[in-house]
């Protein structure tokens, strides 16, 4: 086997490498590693590439905040940073299948991408390439691994000595850079700015966007003020988004992020982009993100009322299929979903814990990485670099081993955030607003018809006003098609600039 190491995107984060007795290390992360803690794996490096004269393995982080793709062509491989490297420009064509699981998804499932024969790497998993014997393997890790903490021992002390450590290490890493942070009225952007906070870091800029009269920005500047924060608020207008349709800006970052298999982020786009355009290259390069990516180990958006009904694979399947794969309500792609899912979920037995953990291993690896975690492209695209606290290797394994109980609903980390959040004079709201309940009864009560106009208007009129985006036959494309939201619609024009590309390279 031939392998083609071709490693070209430099946006965020340079390459690092070490070399030792004719093998070498390639990795990107904020910190610099020996060579002993990568061969030891004791490194938070976001990605490993090890090269030996016999071996080539790629190990991914956890949420593998950096994909990495490679190509198989009958004897060679060649592994890439950047998707189109592997591309042929005048041969390339889309998958028919996978183009319909990405516009129902948003994301590639598994290895594949929307390109025949070229693979991506998955979250906390290792891909090895043999040379020797021209074979390709692959090894999850075990999130489990190397922490001592039984399901009941994660109290309030232990919590905050391990936010402690983490907010060590934020500031041994991070108290040269500007720290921008993108704070909502939620858990984990409460967690972050409180880990700031516990080390009395000085460079923090927070801020929220969308529309003026947004709740969860008012929310959000009251968070900052009482942790003596900088706030900046960034209003989102349908103008501000017509043109950026118009601009070479969208179609590169399209083009960017989405890579041939991940869903294309725009939420914060628009504040990105302003922050940036206040800034010169230098203190761009020295400007860090620190979004609230991914609480979802702590038990995510696993709903216990549903998980607790499930008691065949078959539930199992259809529970997947609509939470992931739901985006166009198309039926072409749900059979070879169901194969996928039955394949991974081979060998366990359905129950309460196994389908918690294979629920939440699966979110990890394919919605968590190739949606949620793929915003981390907005930082890069205006040369800005990313940090991902809740990426601790220890907090991570520490949630996961929680009570299945506590891990549902995110019970027991909303808990401890909240208790965190209390010492400095932070007090959260369990309570469903009088809106939320509104909205609730009205999905009930509606005749069908009704609701699906009543719930079409309002995602059209969302906070982020995101709909001045699309051209008017894309907006029709979505409701006739039962879209569900924005992903249905950017997954479907992704999808088209992806063909067209290819389309002209023809010509």
């Not at 490693?7 to 007795?21: I, R, V």
């Not at 216990?304 to 259809?318: C, G």
């Not at 196994?354 to 690896?365: A, E, G, H, R, S």
Request: aromatic share 14%; net charge neutral; glycine share 4%.
């Amino acid at each position: 086997m031939e392998i083609e190491l071709n490693l070209a995107n430099k946006k965020g984060f340079e390459w690092k490498t070490l070399t030792n007795d004719g093998q070498k290390f390639f990795y990107k992360s904020i910190a610099n590693y020996t060579w002993t803690e990568l061969e030891n794996e004791t490194s938070e490096a976001f990605v490993v590439i090890k090269v030996t004269p016999n071996k080539v393995c790629i190990k991914s982080d956890v949420f593998r905040t950096i994909p990495i793709f490679y190509k198989i062509d009958n004897n060679k491989v060649i592994i890439s940073d950047v998707i189109d490297n592997l591309l042929e420009k005048d041969e390339s064509e889309i998958d028919s299948n996978m183009r319909n699981i990405y516009i129902n998804a948003g994301f590639s499932p598994r290895y594949s991408t929307l390109f025949e024969n070229v693979f991506q790497t998955r979250a906390s998993e290792t891909v090895t390439f043999d040379i020797r014997n021209a074979t390709v393997s692959h090894l999850a890790d075990n999130i489990n691994y190397n922490v001592d903490i039984r399901a009941n021992d994660l109290d309030f002390l232990l919590f905050k000595n391990i936010s402690q450590s983490i907010s060590d290490k934020m500031y041994r890493d991070l108290n040269d850079y500007t720290i921008y942070l993108p704070l909502s009225d939620g858990y984990d952007s409460l967690f972050i700015a409180c880990l700031l906070k516990m080390n009395s870091f000085e460079n923090v800029k927070c801020f929220s966007y969308g529309k003026s009269s947004s709740e969860v920005a008012k929310k959000s500047k009251n968070i900052a003020d009482k942790l003596g924060f900088e706030w900046e608020f960034y209003n989102y207008e349908r103008e501000d988004w017509k043109k950026l349709r118009n601009s070479d800006i969208f179609s590169d970052y399209l083009n960017y992020a989405g890579q041939g298999t991940n869903f294309v982020h725009f939420q914060d786009f628009l504040a990105v982009m302003k922050i940036s355009e206040k800034l010169s290259l230098k203190e761009r390069m020295n400007s860090i993100f620190l979004p609230g990516h991914t609480g979802t180990i702590g038990g995510g958006n696993l709903d216990s009322k549903k998980i607790e009904n499930i008691i065949t694979s078959n539930e199992l399947t259809d529970f997947i299929i609509k939470k992931d794969f739901n985006l166009q309500n198309n039926e072409i792609c749900k059979e070879y979903v169901r194969d996928i899912v039955k394949d991974e979920f081979k060998d366990k037995t359905i129950s309460l814990d196994n389908i918690t953990d294979f629920l939440q291993i699966w979110d990890i690896k394919e919605r968590q990485s190739k949606v949620i975690i793929n915003s981390l492209r907005i930082y890069e695209f205006f040369e800005m670099k990313w940090y991902l606290p809740l990426q601790d290797k220890f907090l991570v394994r520490s949630l996961y081993n929680l009570e299945t109980s506590d891990k549902l609903n995110k019970k027991r980390y909303k808990e401890l955030i909240s208790q965190l959040a209390n010492e400095f004079e932070i007090f959260i709201s369990t309570k469903e607003s009088e809106k939320s309940k509104f909205k609730s009864l009205l999905k009930k009560k509606l005749l069908r018809p009704y609701q699906y106009v009543y719930f079409k208007l309002e995602i059209i009129n969302h906070q982020f006003e995101w709909f001045g985006l699309f051209k008017s036959r894309e907006i029709l494309y979505y409701l006739f098609k039962n879209g569900r939201g924005f992903p249905a619609i950017i997954s479907k024009v992704y999808v088209d600039f992806l063909e067209s590309k290819y389309e002209k390279n023809k010509k």
